[in-house]
């Protein structure tokens, strides 16, 4: 079985900044895709950032320019740091960890922008 949780949540001025964190465990040796995704109030779930085991990045275009994925590896840990954030990137963020085909998910965690 495979656990995959998120951290670094919470509540931000609009401008800020926040570090969201996700780790895997459990039966996963290593994870060849992690990626970032979020679900804002009344929206579908859409995909933030992707990282490749190569290292190999890709953006929403909300993202661009103000969002950084970055991984450890070995570890199956991946960071976003969100900066510049603005009240539209309210939203749930989820980790997706992929091992041979397969998706785990995390629970999320709430990301609020709001003065």
């Known amino acids: 079985q495979v656990q995959v949780v998120e951290s670094g949540g919470g509540l931000v001025q609009p401008g800020g900044s926040l570090r969201l964190f996700c780790a895997a465990s459990?039966?996963?040796?290593?994870?060849?895709?992690m990626a970032w995704y979020r679900q804002g109030p009344g929206k579908e779930r859409e995909l933030v950032a992707p990282?490749?085991?190569?290292?190999?990045?890709n953006y929403a275009d909300s993202a661009k320019g103000r969002f950084t994925i970055s991984r450890e590896y070995g570890k199956n840990t991946v960071y976003l740091q969100m900066n510049s954030l603005k009240a539209e990137d309210t939203a749930v963020y989820y980790c997706?960890?992929?091992?041979?085909?397969?998706?785990?998910w995390g629970k999320g965690t709430m990301v609020t922008v709001s003065s």
């Open positions: 997706k960890c992929v091992q041979s085909g397969v998706n785990y």
């Open positions: 990282i490749s085991l190569s290292g190999s990045t």
């Open positions: 459990g039966r996963i040796f290593r994870a060849t895709t």
